[in-house]
Every structure is written in structure tokens, then in C-alpha cells.
T-cell receptor, first 113, second 116 residues
Framework: AQSVTQPDIHITVSEGASLELRCNYSYGATPYLFWYVQSPGQGLQLLLKYFSGDTLVQGIKGFEAEFKRSQSSFNLRKPSVHWSDAAEYFCAVGARGTYKYIFGTGTRLKVLA | DGGITQSPKYLFRKEGQNVTLSCEQNLNHDAMYWYRQDPGQGLRLIYYSQIVNDFQKGDIAEGYSVSREKKESFPLTVTSAQKNPTAFYLC???????????????FGNGTRLTVT
């Protein structure tokens, strides 16, 4: 069955430190991959997406993600975290041939001043 | 600016009452979706619609109903048959391409429903 796993429920980093949020997926073919961010009480905003080509994709707000087929992973990274990055982050997979997106359970990021 | 509007932001209902959540988009998107979000469970698909007058059940459709009479609108009714309706509800939309799932979702800001 198709699934998305975000192993870290909560992550705390200091402002200015680097960040990596993990995402692993289970899917029979190369999926479409997305990262979204959600501030409290708000909807989700797209950070970046991967469809094909270069496995390192750049997104908004200084985020990037790397697709690693051999590890079935699509980890999100940021070199230097800002206090405004505190939010919940969701990884999602688009299942080709369907109209379905599968979301992970999210990682809540806390940023220490 | 184009976007998705969900209303109201907060909704309170007594058990046994049906309630309708509004979702309107002016992005000219063909596909629209309803998700339910509960803490620690991510987003779960309730219903989706690819075209006017057509919609399909998602993973947790029981106790919910929808309509798609206009391209811009996709209201969700939470019926009294839904056993645990208290949740945060998110509406989303996307362009419809040969494979819709390569078109990112655009989300509204959600409606928090509390049923007591």
C-alpha cells in the first residue's frame, strides 16, 4: 500500500542552526513528491515539489529537498532556521494514475531563540 | 488575489444536527478536495471532485456529503451520522491535468468544527 512516513513528530532547533526533516514513502513507481508547511490554525502552503529531473529541488523560504530513489526518501533541509519557520511540515505523495494525494502525519518544528 | 475561502473559521453545533461548511475558489481550478485533519493523523481525504456535477468518495466519506453544482464551490455537509465530527476541515483545489496529482494543492485556511 502507498504510504508516507515522517518519523519525527517533534523537532526543536536553535535559531540559525541547520534543519533536516525526514520523509520516507512507499510507492511502486516514482511518485510526485511535495512538502507543505502549516502555521497554527491555517491551511497548508506549498514549499516545493518534485516530479522528475534534478533530484535536488529548491523551494520558497530558503528550503530545499533531495529525492533519493534508493532510500525512498525526500528529506527537507534548510541551512539556517529562522524563528518564523516554527510550524508543522507535511510531506505528501501524489499517486500517479489517480487523483489522490497521501500525506504524512507531519513534523512540528520548534525554534529556540 | 485568487484563492480559496472557507467559512466560517469556527463552527459550533449540537450533536444530532447537520452542518454545512463552505468552500469557494476563484483560481479557476477544476479539481476540489475536502480533507479532515486530526492531531497526529495528518490529512485524510473525505471527498474529491474533478469536474462539476461529479464527485468521488475518499478514504473517510461515511457521515459526510458534498455537492458540486458550480466550478467555484464545493460545500461539505457533516451529517448526524458522522460519529466523531469534531475536527479541523480543510478544502483544497488544483488544476486538472492528465494526472491531477502532479498539480500542487492550494488550501483554504480551514474550518474548525466543534460538536458537543
Amino acid at each position: 500500500a502507498q504510504s508516507v512516513t515522517q518519523p519525527d513528530i517533534h523537532i526543536t532547533v536553535s535559531e540559525g542552526a541547520s534543519l533536516e526533516l525526514r520523509c520516507n514513502y512507499s510507492y511502486g513507481a516514482t511518485p510526485y513528491l511535495f512538502w507543505y508547511v502549516q502555521s497554527p490554525g491555517q491551511g497548508l502552503q506549498l514549499l516545493l515539489k518534485y516530479f522528475s529531473g534534478d533530484t535536488l529541488v529548491q523551494g520558497i523560504k530558503g528550503f530545499e529537498a533531495e529525492f533519493k530513489r534508493s532510500q525512498s526518501s525526500f528529506n527537507l533541509r534548510k541551512p539556517s532556521v529562522h524563528w518564523s519557520d516554527a510550524a508543522e511540515y507535511f510531506c505528501a505523495v501524489g499517486a500517479r494514475g489517480t487523483y489522490k494525494y497521501i500525506f504524512g502525519t507531519g513534523t512540528r518544528l520548534k525554534v529556540l531563540a | 488575489d485568487g484563492g480559496i475561502t472557507q467559512s466560517p473559521k469556527y463552527l459550533f453545533r449540537k450533536e444530532g444536527q447537520n452542518v454545512t461548511l463552505s468552500c469557494e475558489q476563484n483560481l479557476n481550478h477544476d479539481a476540489m478536495y475536502w480533507y479532515r485533519q486530526d492531531p497526529g493523523q495528518g490529512l485524510r481525504l473525505i471527498y474529491y471532485s474533478q469536474i462539476v456535477n461529479d464527485f468521488q468518495k475518499g478514504d473517510i466519506a461515511e457521515g459526510y456529503s458534498v455537492s458540486r453544482e458550480k466550478k467555484e464551490s464545493f460545500p461539505l455537509t457533516v451529517t448526524s451520522a458522522q460519529k466523531n465530527p469534531t475536527a479541523f476541515y480543510l478544502c483544497a483545489s488544483s488544476f486538472k491535468t492528465t494526472s491531477t496529482v502532479n498539480s500542487p494543492l492550494h488550501f483554504g485556511n480551514g474550518t474548525r468544527l466543534t460538536v458537543t
